[in-house]
């Protein structure tokens, strides 16, 4: 099996991926503009050949590395990068060498808000009303009938960058007035606290992993707000977020694929549509499914890939704690200290990369708990501020 992976080093903790992949015997072929010297050595390990292009934003270097890679092993099997910018260069590539996996037309309900919300609302799953950001008039028109505050997005847009939450006219000038010049997508503002369902799918559509999150702060605020974040993997799931997920994937067709869905839980316990994610949760999100399960997820990615499903046993025994640290705070204990305090629940403590650390802090510190009452209390201990 031939498996061409764009931009194999980022994030850095997928070459677990492609090393899971490279030890069941799989091809792995990897496409990036940064020279190989600079990989870590487990990337350089997870490979079996790695070619470099000038520029992945330049089709054409990128059709002929696959055509490399055709010359030098044959038909290729799969193409995935994982990583949320890449998912349109990934479609596109499949579909120029009639690889399996999302094809370029069906990008447009898994990357643009404005096609998301109508397969969330032909579902029954409701969403906040928004609308394309086309001139002012209409956007004024908009808030008229729905009131401030509102959330201005990139239409295809990748995490939070470039999201704002208008407040005002004062606010919505500035924003018209300096935005960037793409597609935008304006939408009411929900209050509510954000969960989300993740998993994988095998071959025939099936989900056959399962996890979520509930989120102490939510991303948007964390990047433009510049706080610390919190998340954790319940042990429980909502069953409403569940029977929402399992409808929605099937919904949207992902087949042989890891998904990331956003719901809105309002205080009246009414679940919101944010939006979908063909990709895996980021971060370390992946490790914490681990944790929380005691499983692998990168091997069982490759059990999937290479078989067409996967046996696993998601028993979920811990609730697992993110917390990112922001160098910007002075907190009193150290992680050194969180970790030397609760030995049997910190999992992992280290530094996060710098592509990440607005969203997701400069320093993780992740831990896992029996209970969600006692991670709650680590949590805040750890995060407490001088």
Request: hydrophobic share 40%.
């Amino acid at each position: 099996m031939n498996f061409v992976i764009i931009s194999p080093h980022f994030p850095p903790n997928y070459h677990n991926f492609w090393t899971a992949l490279k030890t069941r015997g799989v091809n792995t072929l990897g496409i990036g503009e940064d020279h190989y010297d600079t990989f870590s050595q487990e990337v350089r390990s997870s490979l079996t050949e790695y070619y470099q292009v000038d520029s992945m934003m330049d089709y054409e270097q990128m059709l002929r590395a696959c055509g490399h890679f055709t010359f030098r092993y044959g038909k290729i099997d799969r193409i995935e990068s994982h990583n949320e910018f890449w998912l349109e260069t990934d479609a596109k590539l499949r579909t120029d060498f009639n690889v399996p996996g999302l094809k370029t037309h069906e990008m447009f309900p898994l990357k643009y808000k404005s096609g998301m919300k109508p397969v969330f609302q032909e579902i029954g799953i409701p969403t906040a009303p928004g609308m394309l950001v086309q001139d002012t008039a209409s956007v004024i028109a908009f808030i008229r009938d729905h009131g401030y505050p509102v959330i201005a997005k990139p239409d295809n847009g990748v995490g939070a960058y470039a999201t704002y939450k208008l407040h005002n006219d004062e606010e919505l000038n500035l924003f018209l007035k300096n935005k960037l010049p793409v597609d935008y997508f304006l939408e009411s503002f929900v209050e509510g606290v954000i969960h989300s369902f993740d998993g994988m799918t095998n071959s025939a559509g099936q989900i056959v992993l399962s996890s979520g999150l509930v989120y102490g702060i939510n991303v948007m605020e964390s990047v433009n707000e510049d706080l610390d974040m919190f998340i954790y993997i319940p042990r429980e799931l909502s069953p409403k977020i569940v029977d929402a997920g399992e409808k929605a994937i099937e919904a949207f067709g992902l087949k042989e694929r890891f998904f990331h869905l956003e719901f809105f839980v309002t205080e009246k316990d009414e679940i919101v549509a944010l939006e979908l994610n063909a990709r895996p949760p980021g971060g370390m999100i992946v490790d914490m499914i681990n944790f929380a399960n005691d499983i692998n997820v990168y091997e069982l990615y490759a059990q999937m890939i290479t078989k067409g499903t996967i046996q696993a046993n998601i028993q979920r025994p811990y609730s697992c704690f993110y917390l990112g640290r922001k160098h910007k705070f002075n907190y009193v204990l150290t992680p050194e200290e969180v970790a030397a305090m609760y030995p049997g629940q910190v999992v992992f403590h280290g530094p996060i990369s710098d592509a990440f650390a607005a969203a997701m802090g400069n320093y993780a510190v992740i831990y896992r708990a029996l209970t969600e009452k006692e991670g709650l209390m680590i949590q805040k201990k750890a995060m407490e501020k001088r």
